[in-house]
């Protein structure tokens, strides 16, 4: 619709002049969908480390018309695959002025709209509707209704003197309003199964059928849905000639790779104070062990939103510790991970075996995650002359509530040795609070590598 003037078409004799031809929402998204490939565009901005599993199938889905349902755990980035999808729409299309279901002026549909357009002629009024509002998202719960997602009949209309066999007393659904666009409906199996039942006319004939009424909508919808693989045990499940309606039913995951893993905190979490990316990895490293442990209830996931808050308590922390301690740069330490741990436990659903065991298990996998970071960024630092002067009997104080200029402060003189230069420009910080956070994540290393002591009494911790 790039080429069109929507200023200057305000009727249907205006579109027609304009020689605009109406596409099917498939067919739309099919060639917006292949003219951004052809580009070289992005049509997924936003996603990380499904490019080349979830991604390709859901473009051969979407490039065959085919309505999708995504199937993976929590926080695998269903919600956002299926919100993207907006962005393969045209971003204006013309609909009828004042229609409920957004109709095409060339091709109304309801009864109201085809009275109008015979009556109106070429002066039908013309609308310009942005893809924004051709999205439209149900989170499904057990009390969802037909009435909601398709539709039932309107008192009020009934009241005002209509007969109730007139289609026009009908108050549409979601689906029906979603016409010429997408419905999303997150946690499908959630729906009760006679909800899911008045589905199956919408996903197949692609019309509507309302308490009996002799009414036929050819329904122009993607439909697209989500699930996680337990609701089809847990809590519900799928119907099976609803699951047979969908095209193609694709299997999500969480990012395989640390650096996807670190791409997505980085762009989800809202943080308050500056976070390394050293402590970012740690947390997305943590994240994975969780995904990888014995101990915790793999088929409830460990959701990437985990890692996200575990982020943005640490940056949290870091504030509240530079405004308590007047310092002008909040920068997040090694010492702010435990909160993390603290409040974050409670996202993570672990076997029953493990019951009285979640934070010492928490702590470990924490610790596991820490040591990793240390060893793939700090390779090759010599950090003897550190430990001997440690060794000798300087400590190293730090703590929640601890400046970032008192732990640095603390820190042994070292003579000649250029450890501290290393570990800084290896972490790339420059000023105090990074240098502090950088000096603290060596000395955490080589606790857990057994070089160097540490006592904490939760308030504060010594290294020596």
């Not at 031809?21 to 052809?38: F, H, S, Y």
């Not at 946690?187 to 004939?205: C, F, K, S, Y």
């Not at 995904?291 to 915790?296: G, I, M």
């Amino acid at each position: 619709m790039a080429d069109l003037d929507r200023t200057s078409i305000r009727t249907l004799a205006d579109l027609r002049a304009a020689g605009h031809v109406p596409r099917p929402v498939r067919t739309e998204i099919r060639e917006n969908l292949l003219a951004k490939l052809a580009a070289g565009e992005d049509p997924w901005p936003g996603l990380h480390g499904l490019d080349d599993t979830v991604v390709p199938q859901l473009e051969r889905a979407l490039l065959a018309g085919h309505d999708v349902i995504l199937l993976g755990e929590r926080g695998q980035g269903k919600t956002r695959l299926l919100r993207s999808l907006v962005g393969l729409l045209d971003e204006w299309t013309p609909v009828i002025e004042g229609s409920e279901l957004g109709e095409h002026p060339l091709e109304p549909i309801t009864v109201e709209s085809r009275r109008r357009a015979a009556e109106l002629g070429d002066a039908l009024p013309v609308a310009w509707r942005h893809r924004d509002e051709r999205y439209a998202e149900k989170l499904a719960t057990p009390d969802t209704s037909v009435a909601d997602l398709i539709g039932d009949v309107d008192p009020m209309k009934v009241a005002a003197g209509r007969s109730l066999g007139d289609p026009e007393t009908i108050h549409f659904g979601l689906i029906p309003r979603s016409h010429r666009g997408i419905v999303a409906i997150n946690e499908l199996p959630d729906l009760a199964e006679r909800i899911q039942v008045a589905m199956l006319n919408v996903m197949e004939e692609r019309d509507i059928q309302v308490r009996g009424y002799v009414l036929r909508l050819p329904l122009d919808v993607l439909v697209v849905a989500s699930a996680n693989p337990e609701d089809y045990t847990n809590r519900g499940r799928i119907i099976t000639p609803l699951k047979d309606r969908f095209g193609a039913e694709i299997r999500t995951h969480y990012p395989l790779e640390i650096a996807d893993e670190i791409a997505v905190i980085r762009q989800e979490a809202e943080l308050v104070a500056t976070v390394p990316d050293a402590l970012v990895e740690i947390l997305a490293r943590f994240t994975r062990e969780l995904r990888e442990s014995t101990a915790v209830d793999q088929r409830s996931g460990v959701s990437a939103r985990f890692a996200i808050a575990g982020a943005e308590t640490i940056a949290a922390a870091a504030l509240h510790r530079a405004t308590v301690r007047h310092e002008e740069h909040p920068v997040a330490r090694v010492v702010d991970l435990h909160t993390a741990v603290d409040v974050l436990g409670g996202k993570i659903e672990f076997e029953v075996g493990e019951e009285g065991r979640e934070q010492e298990i928490l702590t470990h996998l924490l610790r596991t995650a820490t040591a990793a970071t240390v060893r793939e960024r700090m390779r090759g630092i010599d950090f003897a002359p550190l430990i001997e002067a440690l060794d000798g009997g300087t400590l190293v104080t730090t703590g929640d509530r601890v400046a970032a200029a008192d732990v640095l402060a603390s820190l042994p003189d070292l003579g000649d040795s250029t450890v501290y230069e290393e570990v800084a420009e290896r972490l790339g910080a420059t000023d105090e609070g990074e240098r502090a956070s950088a000096m603290e994540l060596a000395l955490e290393g080589l606790y857990l590598a057994r070089k160097v002591g540490k006592e904490s009494d939760g308030s504060e911790t010594v290294y020596g």
